[in-house]
């Protein structure tokens, strides 16, 4: 597990530089997951290390494969300097704990909701799991366990997730494209969805 973490850490560092914080969170029952924060300019990024460190389990599966099974960590992007984002620690503490705790598998196109503003006065209580692949490559680990993944979180307004339980991620997404829609402002407003 420790070996895990430490090559993670490793591809949060190679992709992101250096952690500026971090903070960490341990549920009754669970293993220790830490929240790390990358300054880039006026984006901030904060990437889960520890939800990886254990396969996820279908949680109708008779036993857990302490090996085989989907790894993932969680990266959530914002604009820096609007509003303190930094309380968004444990909410993502959570939303990475939730495999361990729930028996979740996190994959794209999921929702995950916190049931509170992500931060202070956030208009987001929810977010939307996205590919893996584009900020931070996936990590290859020693066969026969699977590759780690660092899923992008896009925040949700209330109406928003409610209307991607209707039409789907794909709609949702489409929907924020066409109308310009900047999923790193902390303080946007929902995008129109009639």
Same mark, same amino acid.
């Given at each position: =597990?420790?070996?895990?973490?430490?090559?993670?850490?490793?591809?949060?560092? $190679?992709? *992101?530089?250096?952690? +500026?914080?971090? /903070?960490?969170?341990?549920?009754?029952?669970?293993?220790? @997951?830490?929240?790390?924060?990358?300054? +880039?300019? &006026?984006?901030?990024?904060?990437?889960?290390?520890? =939800?990886?460190?254990?396969? =996820?389990? &279908?949680?109708?599966?008779?036993?857990? &494969?302490?090996?085989?099974?989907?790894?993932?960590?969680?990266?959530?992007?914002?604009?820096?300097?609007? %509003?303190?984002? +930094?309380?968004?620690?444990? #909410?993502?503490?959570?939303?990475?704990?939730? #495999?361990?705790?729930? !028996?979740?598998?996190?994959?794209? $196109?999921?929702?995950? &909701?916190? !049931?509170?503003?992500?931060? #202070?006065? /956030?208009?987001?209580?929810?977010?939307?799991?996205?590919?893996?692949?584009?900020? @931070?490559?996936? *990590?290859?680990?020693?066969?026969?366990?699977?590759?780690?993944?660092?899923?992008?979180?896009?925040?949700?307004?209330?109406?928003?997730?409610?209307?991607?339980?209707?039409?789907?991620?794909?709609?949702?997404?489409?929907?924020?494209?066409?109308?310009?829609?900047?999923?790193?402002? #902390?303080?946007?407003?929902? %995008?129109?969805?009639?």
């Amino acid at each position: =597990m420790a070996d895990v973490l430490a090559l993670v850490e490793a591809r949060l560092r $190679g992709g *992101l530089g250096e952690a +500026d914080a971090r /903070a960490a969170v341990t549920f009754l029952g669970t293993d220790r @997951i830490e929240v790390l924060r990358f300054t +880039d300019g &006026d984006v901030v990024r904060y990437a889960t290390l520890g =939800m990886s460190a254990q396969p =996820m389990t &279908d949680p109708t599966a008779a036993l857990a &494969d302490p090996v085989r099974g989907p790894r993932a960590e969680l990266v959530l992007s914002v604009r820096g300097g609007l %509003v303190d984002t +930094d309380k968004v620690l444990r #909410p993502l503490a959570v939303l990475a704990a939730s #495999p361990q705790v729930e !028996g979740l598998v996190v994959a794209p $196109g999921a929702s995950l &909701d916190v !049931g509170e503003p992500l931060w #202070p006065g /956030a208009p987001f209580t929810s977010v939307l799991v996205a590919e893996s692949g584009g900020l @931070i490559e996936d *990590l290859e680990l020693d066969e026969p366990m699977d590759p780690v993944r660092f899923l992008p979180l896009l925040p949700m307004t209330p109406n928003e997730a409610a209307w991607k339980r209707v039409h789907g991620a794909a709609a949702l997404q489409e929907r924020w494209l066409s109308s310009g829609t900047d999923l790193r402002d #902390p303080l946007r407003k929902s %995008v129109p969805l009639d």
